[in-house]
Structure formats: structure tokens, C-alpha cells
């Protein structure tokens, strides 16, 4: 194994890590796949420019400087997770990808999707402790991919690709992200171990060969039959691979019979306006087999786990030690469980009995309810504050995993309202709920001991969740600490500020003082030959309150030689972010279309990331007319992107009218109360 890069990163010693990690990494696959490794050698070549994160030929993976270099004395947690886990996708391919290969670029999913889901899986591995797979797959993939899935606009991850311009098309979230998510699912239901062993079979039988979607279900078909159980893989899958989008559960109590649940599925979409304009949709009545995992519990008994399939619309279920006192934990992408009545507190009261039974419990229900609360609420299936009311339980909550995914789940809304009158009702509600756990915790100390992995890394990562939303929503002993830290560096030329906070006290003192400090973040920038540094640096700028300042950053960003073509992507989808600069890069993205559609528009899902990225939180009348009238002017390889840009800024659109003031009067009287 050998890696090369720029000479002074290898002096610096910035691939020590990787070159590490993947001597490791594939002694993992090859225990895992009981396959060995194909090639006498594998490659890792680290270039500064590059159109993808990675890329995996066989036996050489190239990857851009800042997805495999390290240093460790200036990388926070957050990018060595963030290296670790684009090695581990690279690698997996030589296996997935490489060694059997797709037949077709139909099924582009079966070698990403695996990679994706191994990036979880592979981390684990590496560090037993962060329960990546368990916990940040649902927050940082399935939750993510639901948002996608949820448009009409959605496709398969199962295309169809007739020509070679359609190839692009395929590369994208639903196919790594939603493909990850139903091998997930697999090896849910099918058991690990026993999907474990079909893995194996499927890698053996078409090593140095293609392979279809149909191989891979036969032969986990086999494994399952082997082990005495008999389940249509292939049935069961074709309705998940083969339809767009994904089912929403609903579950209530049966007011005849005691014990008994109706349980129901329909198509889960967000903008119900956009299901009847959709013809397919209109004319199509979705369903999915699903394997729901259901627990029963009350504060004296827990069941344990069992899997009902849900083929139909609706069926009946038989449920023990089902009674007033007890609550149903669903594990399905957006499934609600209504108790008896169709009483919304039950949402409330389920919520509030889970998280006094055992910690674990507490875990999952605590991710699933606050996840699936934001979604549905944003979709108008639930009432709006009902996830506002679940983050109040936040103060009370010491893991990880309910606050990242809080912080997920209230970023999207937070930039539907950022731009509002009201918006401080919102902010003044949202610090109520950190503040607590922010004294609680506090700031983490100077750590320059050279190493990365502390000693806790769900404590820490808690740690920077609640300091990112402290100061990003304006506490003001976040503010001071930050504007503290920075004039520090400034003033004694030596930074000490904590690794795994950088990011948020840079962005942070760029939004608070004055054009001074974004001259010096800018100088840094130029100086740091830190990878990593030069990310969170770049990043920062675009922090700022002044327009002049982002509007120069942009026009920056589209220089070769002062910011590399991938990193000004990220530099105009960040200015978009920010609700001083969403107008200004909306309107560069208009104005220097054709440069950028010259420049990203045959670099796979790179035009789609910046189209979405750029035009997600445009919510007025205004933005979605110059949004359709840009579109009908532009009709290329984007098109389906565009599409997608169009119903998302529709449905923003749609909240708004219908729900911005149910909201802001729920805030109101919860701030009095």
C-alpha cells in the first residue's frame, strides 16, 4: 500500500493517517467478504484538483488533497470522521465496484450504495465506540434522503439508462443515499450475520465479472433459505428499488377490540398539490412490502423486537400488553402511531412515556420521534409545534445522537424562517432550549497533545452540537467566547483555539466584527498549507453580514488560481445559506450560469449539488417566478435537478402561506408561558 501526494504533505506527515487506516481497512473486507484483496498493490494518489471527492480505478484510488490528507494538529473530529469515511467508500469499492461491477449503469446503487453503507459499517470498525452505523446512519443518511424522496419530483434508485447522457442522472443522493439506506434495511430484517454470509456468496460466485440487481436478491434469497427462513428478496425489493419515494405508517388503536392496531401505508409526498398535478402519481396507488419492527413497552416491561410485514393498505395486528399505559416504538421511515384516538397529544404522551424507560429505548425514540416530527410537520401532516414541543425535552437529554439529530431536523426550518420579521420569536425559543446544556457543558480546553481521538467522542461531538447551535443562534456568552478567541489569534498571532470548535468560532467572529478580521481569515487562507485549516477557513468567510464582502467573495470564488474549482461550489452554496447573501448568490448563479454549467456541468452530480444548494431556502413569490422563468430559458443534462429546485422552493412557498403564522403564534405564547 503506498500513497503519494505533494511533497511537503508527505513531510509534513498529512498521509501517516490514511496510509494507516488502509492497511486495516482491507484486512477488515477481506475478513468481512471472505474474499481476498484482487491486486498485488493499491494506490492512494492525493491531487489538489480533482471534479469528485474520490474516485476508485483499480488498484489506484485518486483522491482531492482535502478527503485524504490529515494533520493532526489542526483537524477537528468532524473532518478526521469525514476523511476516514470517504477511505473507507473508496476501498470498499475495489471490492464493490471493481472486483463484480453492475451490468449497467441502471444500477449504479449496487456498487454506491454499498460503499455508502460500508462507509458506516468500515467506521465502526475503526472506532467501536462512535456507533456510526446505529446511530449517525439515521440522522446523516436516512433522514437526509427522506427529505429527496419525498418530492414528486423523486425517481427509482433503479433507472433507466438508454443513452450516454443519461449516465449523469444516476450518480446521485437516491442512489447512494437511499441505496444505503435499503441495504441497511437488509441486513435489518435479513439478520447480520446471515446477510453477512450472502454477501460473501454473491462476491464469490461474480468475482472479476458483472452482475445484476436480480443476482444479488437470489443469492441473499438462498442465504436466508439456508438458515430455515423463506422470504421473495427479490418481491420484497423490486417495490422498494423499482417505485420512487417511500410509505408513511400510520398506526391506530382499534376502538372495537383491545390489543388490536390497524396499521396503514401510503405514499409519503410532500406537497399534496404536487401529487394531484403529478399524472403518475395520480393514476398510481404505491405500495411497498415493509418490514416494521415493532416494541411494545411500559414503564415495567419492554417486548422484545418483532417484524411485521405490511403488504397491503391496511391490516389488522394482534398486540400484547397493549393498553392506555403503554407506547409502540416503530422502526420504518416516517411511521406515526396514533394511540387510541386520532387525538394528536398522543404524539405528545408517547413521546413523554418513552423516555422513561431504559436509556437505550429513550435513544432511538428520542432520534425517530424528533426526525420524523420536523418532516412531517414541514409536510403538513402533523401540526407545527408539535417538534418544537419535543426539543423541550432536549435539556434533560446527555447523548449524542437526539441532539444531532435536533440540529439536523431544525436547520431546513431555520432557513424557511431566517429571513422573516418574526424570525426572533423563533431564535429566542430555540436558545431556551440549548442554554442549559450549554452552561452544563461548556467550552472544551487547548488540546494540542497531537491527538485526534479523545477520550470521549460522543461527549465531544455533544459538546460542539450544542456550542454550534449557542452561537448560531445568538447566545450571547457563545458570541463572546468567539469574538474572544479570534481577537486572541489576532492579537498574539498564535491560534488556540480548540480544534473541534474552529469552524464554528471563525464563522462566528467573521458574522460579529468587523471587515478587519475577514481581511485576516482571508490572509490565513492564503497562508495555511493545512488542508483542512484552508476548508474551514474559506468556509468562514462567507459567514459575513456585509454584502460587499460576499459579493466579492463570489466573484473570487470563480478564480482558478485563488479558490480551486471544487471548493467554489461550497463557497456559493454557503453565501446562499447565509440570509445576508441568499439574494446575491441566487442572482451570481443566474448571472454566471453558462461559466458555471461549462465548468461542473460534465463532473456527475457537481451541477445538481450547486442547483439545490443555491436554490432550497428561496421561499418568496418572487424567487419561485425568476426560479421558473431561469428554468424555461435552460433545458440540458440539469433538467431533472431543476425540476426538483422548482418543487422544493414551491413547497417553501406552500408552508409559508399556510403555516408561518400557526407557527410564530405557537411560539409567542410558549415564549410567555
Known amino acids: 500500500v503506498r500513497l503519494y501526494a505533494r511533497p511537503d504533505a508527505i513531510r509534513r506527515g498529512s498521509g501517516d493517517y490514511a496510509l494507516h487506516i488502509t492497511k486495516r481497512l482491507i484486512e477488515f473486507y477481506e475478513d468481512y467478504f471472505k474474499v481476498p484483496y484482487s491486486l498485488p498493490k493499491l494506490d492512494l494518489l492525493a491531487v489538489p484538483k480533482h471534479p469528485y471527492a474520490a474516485m476508485e480505478n483499480w488498484g489506484l484510488s485518486i483522491f482531492v488533497e482535502q478527503r485524504i490528507l490529515l494533520d493532526p494538529s489542526v483537524s477537528s473530529i468532524s473532518y478526521l470522521l469525514d476523511v476516514t469515511m470517504v477511505i473507507v467508500h473508496e476501498i470498499c469499492h475495489q471490492w464493490f465496484g471493481d472486483l463484480v461491477t453492475p451490468v449497467w ?3 449504479v446503487w449496487l456498487k454506491e450504495g454499498f460503499a455508502h453503507y460500508f462507509e458506516f459499517v468500515g467506521t465502526d470498525y475503526l472506532y467501536p465506540g462512535w456507533n456510526m452505523e446505529k446511530q449517525r ?3 446523516d443518511v436516512l433522514h437526509e434522503v427522506m427529505l429527496l424522496d419525498g418530492l414528486a419530483s423523486s425517481h427509482p434508485v433503479s433507472q433507466e439508462v438508454l443513452q450516454a447522457t443519461d449516465i449523469d442522472r444516476v450518480f446521485d443522493w437516491i442512489a447512494y443515499k437511499k441505496g444505503a439506506a435499503l441495504i441497511r434495511m437488509l441486513a435489518n430484517f435479513m439478520g447480520h450475520s446471515v446477510f ?3 454477501l460473501q456468496d454473491y462476491l464469490t ?3 472479476y465479472g458483472n452482475a445484476a440487481r436480480n443476482d444479488l436478491w437470489n443469492t441473499l434469497s438462498e442465504a436466508l433459505k439456508r438458515n430455515g427462513k423463506y422470504v421473495n428478496i427479490q418481491a420484497v425489493m423490486d417495490q422498494w428499488t423499482l417505485q420512487m419515494g417511500y410509505p408513511v405508517i400510520t398506526i ?3 376502538t372495537t377490540t383491545t390489543n388490536k392496531v390497524i396499521i396503514t401505508q401510503q405514499h409519503f409526498i410532500y406537497d399534496i398539490g404536487a401529487k394531484t398535478k403529478a399524472l403518475e402519481l395520480r393514476n398510481s396507488s404505491y405500495l411497498w412490502h415493509i418490514p416494521l419492527t415493532i416494541v411494545v413497552g411500559n414503564r415495567s416491561h419492554v417486548s422484545s423486537e418483532a417484524i411485521i410485514w405490511v403488504s397491503n393498505k391496511s391490516v389488522n395486528y394482534h398486540l400484547l400488553l397493549l393498553n392506555i399505559h403503554t407506547y409502540i416504538q416503530e422502526n420504518v421511515p416516517t411511521a406515526r402511531s396514533n394511540k387510541v384516538t386520532k387525538n394528536i397529544n398522543s404524539y405528545n404522551h408517547r413521546f413523554n412515556t418513552s423516555l422513561r424507560q431504559s436509556e437505550t429505548l429513550s435513544l432511538k425514540i428520542a432520534r425517530h420521534y424528533i426526525s420524523d416530527a420536523f418532516l412531517e410537520a414541514v409536510a403538513g401532516y402533523l401540526p407545527q409545534n408539535i417538534p418544537l414541543e419535543i426539543l423541550r425535552y432536549l435539556s434533560a437529554e446527555k447523548d449524542f445522537l437526539p441532539w444531532h439529530a435536533a440540529s439536523r431536523a431544525l436547520y431546513p426550518l431555520d432557513k424557511l424562517l431566517d429571513r422573516m420579521e418574526n424570525y426572533n420569536v423563533f431564535n429566542e425559543y430555540i436558545l431556551k432550549q440549548v442554554a442549559t446544556t450549554y452552561i452544563k457543558l461548556g467550552w472544551p480546553k487547548n488540546n494540542f497533545n497531537g491527538s485526534l481521538v479523545q477520550a470521549s467522542y460522543q461527549h465531544e461531538e455533544l459538546r460542539r452540537e450544542v456550542i454550534m447551535l449557542a452561537c448560531s443562534f445568538g447566545n450571547k456568552h457563545c458570541h463572546q467566547q ?4 479570534i481577537s486572541d489569534w489576532i492579537s498574539s498571532n498564535r491560534n488556540r483555539i480548540p480544534l473541534n ?12 466584527l468587523d471587515e478587519d478580521v475577514w481581511e485576516f481569515i482571508w490572509m490565513k487562507f492564503h497562508s495555511t498549507t493545512a488542508v483542512s485549516e484552508k476548508k474551514i477557513l474559506l468556509e468562514a468567510l462567507t459567514c459575513s453580514d456585509d454584502r460587499n464582502l460576499l459579493n466579492r467573495l463570489l466573484n473570487l470564488s470563480l478564480n482558478s488560481e485563488v479558490v480551486l474549482d471544487q471548493d467554489a461550489i461550497d463557497v456559493i452554496i454557503h453565501v446562499a445559506r447565509n440570509p445576508h447573501g441568499r439574494d446575491l448568490a441566487w442572482k451570481f448563479f443566474r448571472d454566471k450560469w453558462k461559466i458555471l454549467n461549462t465548468r461542473y456541468g460534465e463532473a456527475l452530480f457537481m451541477n445538481s449539488k450547486l442547483i439545490s444548494g443555491v436554490t432550497e431556502f428561496l421561499n418568496t ?13 435552460y433545458d440540458g443534462v440539469a433538467a431533472a435537478s431543476f425540476s426538483r429546485a422548482v418543487e422544493t422552493v414551491e413547497a417553501n412557498v406552500r408552508w409559508k402561506m399556510l403555516y408561518q403564522d400557526e407557527l410564530f403564534q405557537w411560539l409567542g405564547k410558549a415564549l410567555r408561558h
Open 196 to 198: 453477512q454470509r450472502g
Open 105 to 107: 449503469w441502471e444500477d
Open 501 to 512: 470548535v474552529r469552524d464554528i468560532v471563525y464563522c462566528t467572529g467573521v458574522s460579529l
Open 621 to 633: 413569490e418572487g424567487e419561485l417566478k425568476e426560479l421558473r422563468s431561469f428554468m424555461k430559458s
Open 205 to 207: 460466485i461474480h468475482k
Open 137 to 139: 446512519f439515521l440522522t
Open 482 to 485: 468567539a469574538s474572544t478567541l
Open 252 to 254: 391506530l388503536g382499534n
